[in-house]
């Protein structure tokens, strides 16, 4: 089992910059697909970008060329770089683990953190 706690988010301005992290305690990050989702209010959960181990990182066409995700492994940490944010990305940012099935963006991953909030004004 993995426990998944997040942080990094707060309000900025269009343009701006965040970096988002994902603690995760338990087992090593390593044995799992890492997701980041995000859902905005009124709006389905959304998969943001997803990393696994011996593969390349995936990510929604939405965010593709500003964001990055990358997982330390000797930090058990997961990341989220945003750049060039925008209003359209203010949401509560989520980190998730599975270990079945597709690595993809279906939002049934078996481990999911609290969230944090990022919100972008104009």
């Known amino acids: 089992q993995v426990q998944l706690v997040e942080s990094g988010g707060e309000s900025v301005q269009s343009g701006g910059s965040l970096r988002l992290s994902c603690g995760a305690s338990?087992?090593?990050?390593?044995?799992?697909?890492m997701g980041w989702f995000r859902q905005a209010p009124g709006k389905e959960r959304e998969g943001v970008a997803r990393t696994i181990s011996g593969g390349a990182p995936v990510y929604a066409d939405s965010v593709k060329g500003r964001f990055t995700i990358s997982r330390h492994i000797d930090e058990n940490m997961l990341y989220l770089e945003m750049n060039d944010l925008k209003p359209g990305d203010t949401a509560m940012y989520y980190c998730a683990a599975r270990t079945q099935g597709i690595c993809g963006f279906r939002t049934d991953y078996t481990h999911w953190g609290q969230g944090t909030q990022v919100t972008v004004s104009s």
């Open positions: 338990g087992d090593p990050i390593s044995y799992y697909c």
